[in-house]
């Protein structure tokens, strides 16, 4: 009997995919707790206005958010073909409404419609600027220090290596010769090329 090399490890489990479940858990069982004490102390009416009046305020701070969010994305792309037609480069300075954090005043409005007081209260943080413009830096950074973690390169480069190190995945080399070009009739020169096959 021989004895071949040790089966492989399991991948390790991710922190978030261990305790997101249990918080997910620990966040009904609060939420339906403070309900329940509400409705003793105020009445089953009151809860239900409670969970009514978030969800009407939570559908119009995200249809308010939704179109401020395509306005400005309207705005930017009429800059960006104003920019094009003059020749210049839109900057970063261009983009309109960039200081506006539509995301999170989205999510705020996301968590108004959920049932719930703990949601309510995150979602009413969220609609204060001073709430989202901090979240929004912090995010930024986050993300920055994530790309600069990251190898150098373009975005081009990255998805050119996942295509070349896919298992099933082919890469043919080869060149464009466009009609016309400079040096396409000194190419040509050699007699055609054989026709690539799989």
């Known amino acids: 009997m021989t004895t071949g090399a040790p089966p492989p490890l399991a991948p390790k489990r991710s922190r978030a995919r261990t305790f997101l479940p249990l918080a997910l858990a620990a966040w009904l069982v609060l939420e339906t707790w403070l309900l329940t004490v509400v409705a003793g102390a105020a ?44 020749g210049e480069t839109p900057t970063a300075a261009d983009r309109v409404g960039a200081e506006d954090r539509n995301g999170f005043l989205m999510l705020g409005g996301l968590l108004l419609m959920l049932p719930g007081l703990v949601s309510d209260v995150a979602g009413l943080l969220l609609l204060a600027p001073p709430v989202r413009s901090l979240l929004g830096r912090y995010a930024e950074k986050a993300v920055e220090r994530r790309m600069s973690v990251a190898p150098t390169g373009s975005l081009q480069d990255a998805f050119q290596q996942a295509r070349i190190h896919r298992p099933d995945g082919k890469v043919v080399q080869g060149e464009v010769i466009r009609e016309g070009a400079p040096g396409s009739d000194a190419r040509r020169a050699d007699g055609p090329r054989p026709p690539l096959t799989p």
Do not use: C, D, H, S
Request: net charge positive; no cysteine; hydrophobic share 50%.
């Open 43 to 86: 009445g089953g009416l009151t809860v239900l206005g409670l969970l009514v009046g978030g969800a009407v305020l939570g559908a119009v701070v995200i249809k308010r958010a939704g179109r401020r969010a395509f306005k400005n994305l309207t705005e930017t792309f009429e800059r960006a073909q104003a920019a094009a037609r003059t």
